[in-house]
């Protein structure tokens, strides 16, 4: 049911009429307006974006001193910060298909040492995913995959997490399993150049 305070089509009307249009005042001023849904999709494309947001951010935080001044040194005319500039360009590497870099400019040099092994548990509708420690002192983040059929590339739309990581670190994340089936999973990781790595093993599970 409607409920509208004031007459309608009044300067005094106030509410939402048929979940169309909404009475309101900004600053003191009547406003009518189309009714706004808030849209926030809860897919796995926009929480790899969340997460990646999070990575930048914490990875920005222990960045050493000459890797900000990368970004300083190079900040273009028109840009706010460093940290704002670095944090575009991760963005869009990102939804390239390419890892983030701490460095600028990016080389892809290098190549990140192999992490030896990693594994996953099934618990219920649960999944926990662990990696651990290898002496990777050049991998500076891993990129957790989750697909739908065996042999799947692990890709940004299909990345569920994405972790800072260091070689004293064991890495685990949960994976809450929504519907029965068999899901895979993959790793990707990179060093502090951007350069990514695709590990081999390739895990599995069934909820039913």
Wanted: overall charge positive; charged content about 20%; proline content about 6%.
């Amino acid at each position: 049911m409607t409920v509208l305070r004031g007459p309608c089509f009044s300067l005094a009307a106030r509410g939402t009429l048929a979940s169309t249009i909404t009475y309101t005042a900004v600053r003191n001023r009547p406003v009518l307006k189309r009714r706004s849904r808030r849209h926030n999709p809860d897919t796995i494309e926009q929480k790899a974006h969340r997460n990646m947001l999070r990575y930048l951010t914490k990875a920005w935080g222990i960045a050493i001193p000459p890797a900000k001044a990368s970004w300083t040194t190079n900040l273009p005319e028109g840009e706010h910060s460093a940290y704002h500039w670095y944090v575009k360009i991760n963005m869009e590497r990102w939804r390239r298909g390419r890892a983030p870099t701490w460095w600028y400019p990016n080389f892809e040099t290098g190549t990140p040492a192999v992490i030896l092994n990693w594994s996953l548990t099934a618990v219920q509708n649960y999944v926990r995913l662990h990696i651990n420690p290898t002496g990777t002192a050049n991998v500076r983040g891993v990129i957790w995959h989750r697909g739908d059929a065996a042999g799947f590339a692990p890709i940004g739309a299909n990345a569920i997490d994405v972790q800072l990581y260091t070689s004293t670190q064991t890495r685990l994340i949960v994976d809450r399993l929504q519907r029965p089936g068999t899901y895979y999973y993959r790793i990707t990781y990179f060093n502090p150049n951007g350069r990514l790595e695709t590990h081999a093993t390739e895990h599995s599970v069934t909820y039913a």
